[in-house]
Nanobody, 116 residues
Framework: QVQLVESGGGLVQPGGSLRLSCAASGIALSRVAVGWYRQGPRNQRELVAAIPSSGRPYYVNSVKGRFTISKDNARNTFYLQMDSLKPEDTAVYYC??????????WGQGTQVTVSS
């Protein structure tokens, strides 16, 4: 059974940083594409950053230069480092792993709130 367990969300002031983690079990992250999505209270879920199974990381324009996605295959965990956070980054963040371009697995979601 595949499980993705997120951690690292919370409340942070504008300009601050957070690091989200997504620990996987039942699936080898070295062989799949991984990504972080977010969903605000009035928004659709959007892709924030991703590491494809091959190729370079992807970032949505609004987070380029501020967020960094990375993966530690030895720990079977991937991360989203978020710097220079803005109030508009406030959302529930979800990690996702995609196997063979078809089957998708999701974490439970973690709340990130950027507010003074």
């Amino acid at each position: 059974q595949v499980q993705l367990v997120e951690s690292g969300g919370g409340l942070v002031q504008p300009g601050g940083s957070l690091r989200l983690s997504c620990a996987a079990s039942g699936i080898a992250l070295s062989r799949v594409a991984v990504g972080w999505y977010r969903q605000g209270p009035r928004n659709q879920r959007e892709l924030v950053a991703a590491i494809p199974s091959s190729g370079r990381p992807y970032y949505v324009n609004s987070v380029k230069g501020r967020f960094t996605i990375s993966k530690d295959n030895a720990r079977n965990t991937f991360y989203l480092q978020m710097d220079s956070l803005k109030p508009e980054d406030t959302a529930v963040y979800y990690c996702e792993a995609e196997q063979n371009g078809a089957t998708r697995f999701w974490g439970q979601g973690t709340q990130v709130t950027v507010s003074s």
